[in-house]
């Protein structure tokens, strides 16, 4: 953080000063809202014109209209989406020590020139203003400068230590058209600056303070203009290799995350444009966050998933208490589903187990499919005139070579097919009656053309090799005695047992209530299973696609349908350039291969912190981790700030830090309100009437916080409670929000209520850093509701947060 150390104007004149400095920002955010005008209508012509020479039906005209349609809209698009707030801040900068401008019009120079600074005085050479888009007048001076420039580097590197050019930064708020307001900090409080001739004033109390007070809502703001040194230095770091971040609560993790996003578009929008993932732990946090990327100009062009959305037409939507979820994050899972994969096949017809449907019904396609019922114990087949048979056990070795091989066990079907003709041809004795090769060649070509054209022998095929889903495999382990086969030497009794039942709100074709961790095994059994290959299907083409080579863009809906169309290429693709993964530490290792996947030629970024991990293996989880980024060099930075929690909520949540990892460091708080957490106790009670007390003094808690602030409260309770406690909070509107303890990650709130922390702690193995993380949401105010089980003292104070 800069300090602000600056010396105010007298408090007589304070104000006067401040109105005459928000009249100097309205007069340069009017001149910048004429240019920005000027440009729209520039990019209207060029759509209008475009338009016009589409007229002119020659090939040449298609190709230069499409191009010219196509980057004007882009244009348009960008301008009128950074047409609200935009411009956030300001530098008042030193000579430079040379004078080369960079490709926006600033000057390049980081450090002052000799002589810029004589006894303390100094004149500003340079103003820039910092915004959301650059812009330039029509001199190609710079009115605006893109946060993302090099030029704008300065805006939030600089401190009191290392000031560089800077003097004065200032963040500037507005809304619409109209300035509201100026935070200024001073970079060299000890220096007189002058500015035409006038001595630079500092109006405000800090930037960071300023923005750190306001009011949550329900969705995350971005912080590109309070973007502090350290989170710069993640932000702006080269994309090559693994760009690894660690930080505490409060650090801004997330934010810098997106942010990073935006830079990286910025810097290569060549290589990243729709290439770029971030993953994120829950739907809670991708809602939360998912308006920060358009507030930056980059909409559309970074998928934000939640883990249990990674996989397409697969949703989670249940969950898997800690015992269960332990088993399907462990890498012990790998083997067990290969294993499944495999041995699926064998309760098909024919296999060595009975299926567990009607005859001819299989399961394990996305539907159940009715089959006509064909006998595949044994395959019977007329060639040469006379007929050839393969009992059960020939059958069965047969499918038991096939599954030697390595492919993936769907693509393994043309193998297998190729072996039962092998076989067939054998038992014909046909290739002894030749005895020149081409002969005898031809004949078995002949052979073979002969039978996979026989729809008997088709069918039969399908219904002895049949296609496995991810689904299908998932719903064939819920029967416990299979799974127990299966998980031999892999699982122990109560694993299976246990696993078994959770699976078992799956149908027989794996559709129905899927958790985050049942996601992770649905990708894990498409790698094992392969996608058949199948004829291409015909793509609707542009009738004058012929001429142009080009998609037609000709009107704003046809745009729209691009995006529409970019936006199914998105569901679909599995591959990115650049991975971000936030709140990493949270990763089962299955969960990390199946990121891993859609990483495997992309640069990536890793934000998390091992104080705040709710698996309970963090050393699996890691190897898992190592696995996926490979062998690219690592750049690691680590975000020791906390600007969310005021120090006495991050002294309390300490505590807990400390017997959760004791001798971790939690990162340092900023600011102090002077407003203690609060304690409350539930009074004693058993049963229904117990529940009753609890839901009451919930409720009543949340109201009470509600009345002290003017954001968001957030009510956190163990995850086996969220759906009461939504009920409980109903009545209250939509400023509070009720959240089981593990959706809580990345989520901030004015004021948080944790009830029961020993039912949170009691959770998992994890259960003390996920309390840890539930006492961190908080920026100004948290409450701690206590019931018996939390052995509250005379001052309410539960065991586990007392000294």
């Given amino acids: 953080m800069a300090a602000h150390n600056a010396t105010h104007a007298p408090d007589h004149a304070s104000e006067s000063v401040r109105a005459r400095e928000i009249e100097a920002e309205q007069t340069h955010l009017d001149r910048v809202y004429r240019r920005l ?422 069918e039969f095929l399908d219904a002895w090799w049949p296609e496995l889903t991810p689904r299908g495999v998932l719903a064939a382990m819920a029967d416990e005695k299979l799974l127990g086969r299966w998980a031999r030497r892999v699982l122990n009794p109560r694993e299976v047992r246990q696993l078994a039942r959770s699976l078992g709100r799956l149908d027989a074709s794996g559709h129905g209530p899927l958790s985050v961790h049942d996601v992770a095994l649905l990708d894990e059994l498409q790698q094992i299973l392969g996608a058949p290959m199948r004829p291409a299907r015909p793509r609707e083409a542009d009738p004058l696609e012929h001429l142009t080579g080009l998609e037609e863009l000709t009107t704003f809906a046809d745009r729209n349908g691009g995006r529409r169309r970019r936006e199914r290429l998105e569901e679909e693709r599995t591959d990115y350039a650049h991975v971000i993964v936030d709140e990493a530490q949270d990763l089962t290792p299955m969960q990390w291969r199946m990121v891993g996947r859609r990483g495997r030629h992309a640069t990536w970024t890793v934000v998390g912190d091992p104080a705040q991990s709710s698996w309970s293996d963090p050393d699996e989880a890691a190897a898992a981790r190592d696995e996926a980024l490979g062998t690219r060099p690592r750049r690691r930075f680590t975000l020791t700030v906390n600007y969310r929690n005021p120090a006495e909520i991050a002294e309390l949540a300490g505590k807990v830090l400390a017997l959760a990892m004791p001798g971790m460091q939690s990162p340092k708080a900023v600011r102090s309100t002077g407003l203690q957490p609060r304690f409350a106790v539930v009074g004693d009670g058993a049963g229904p009437a117990g529940e009753a007390a609890l839901a009451a003094a919930t409720a009543a808690e949340a109201e009470r916080l509600l009345g002290e602030v003017d954001g968001t409260v957030g009510v956190v309770v163990a995850m086996h409670r969220r759906e009461q406690a939504r009920r409980w909070l109903a009545p209250l509107g939509d400023r509070v929000v009720a959240l089981g303890s593990l959706e809580a990650k990345g989520l901030e709130y004015d004021a948080t209520l944790v009830v029961s922390p020993a039912e949170i702690a009691d959770e998992s193995p994890a259960g003390l850093r996920v309390l840890y993380v539930a006492l961190t949401r908080a920026t100004q105010q948290l409450t701690v509701l206590s019931a018996e089980r939390d052995q509250p003292d005379p001052a309410g104070v539960p065991d586990l947060l007392r000294d």
């Fill in 37 to 458: 005008e000027e440009k729209i209508h520039e990019a209207e012509f060029l759509m209008d014109d475009a338009a016009k020479r589409g007229q002119v039906g020659t090939p040449g005209a298609f190709a230069e209209r499409d191009a010219q349609v196509f980057q004007a809209g882009v244009h348009l698009h960008r301008l009128n989406s950074e047409y609200e707030d935009f411009l956030f801040g300001r530098i008042d900068l030193l000579l430079g020590k040379d004078g080369k401008k960079g490709p926006d019009g600033a000057y390049t120079s980081v450090e002052p020139a000799e002589g810029a600074i004589e006894h303390n005085r100094a004149e500003i050479a340079e103003t820039l203003h910092i915004g959301r888009l650059g812009v330039l007048d029509a001199d190609y001076s710079p009115l605006v400068i893109d946060w993302r420039a090099p030029a704008a580097a300065p805006f939030y590197r600089a401190t009191p230590v290392a000031p560089g050019r800077v003097v004065r930064r200032r963040v500037i708020r507005s809304k619409g058209r109209k300035v509201l307001g100026v935070e200024d900090d001073l970079m060299r409080p000890e220096i007189t600056a002058t500015l035409d001739g006038e001595e630079l004033p500092a109006i405000g109390d800090g930037a960071l303070m300023a923005a750190l007070g306001r009011a949550r809502s329900h969705t995350m703001r971005d912080i590109v203009a309070s973007i502090q040194a350290e989170q710069d230095m993640v932000i702006r770091a080269p994309a090559a290799s693994v760009t690894e971040v660690e930080g505490g609560p409060g650090t801004g993790k997330t934010a810098v995350a997106l942010h990073r996003a935006a830079y990286l578009l910025y810097q290569d929008r060549r290589r990243y444009a729709g290439g770029i993932l971030i993953v994120s732990p829950t739907p809670l946090l991708v809602a939360y966050t998912e308006g920060v990327l358009p507030s930056l100009g980059e909409e559309g062009q970074v998928a934000i998933r939640a883990l249990g959305s990674l996989v397409d037409g697969a949703e989670a939507t249940a969950y898997d208490p800690p015992a269960v979820a332990r088993i399907k994050g462990s890498s012990r899972m790998q083997k067990l589903l290969r294993k499944a994969a495999r041995a699926a096949l064998e309760l098909a017809p024919g296999g060595t187990a009975p299926p567990s449907g009607p005859a001819g019904q299989l399961a394990f396609g996305d539907d159940e499919e009715t089959v006509p019922a064909v006998r595949t114990d044994r395959l019977r087949v007329v060639a040469f005139g006379s007929r050839i048979e393969l009992d059960a056990d020939e059958l069965r070795a047969i499918r038991h070579s096939a599954l030697g091989g390595t492919a993936p066990v769907n693509l393994l079907r043309p193998r297998a097919r190729r072996l039962i003709l092998d076989a067939l041809w054998a038992r014909s004795g046909a290739g002894r009656r030749y005895t020149d090769p081409e002969l005898a060649a031809e004949a078995r070509g002949g052979f073979d053309e002969d039978l996979i054209t026989e729809t008997s022998f088709q």
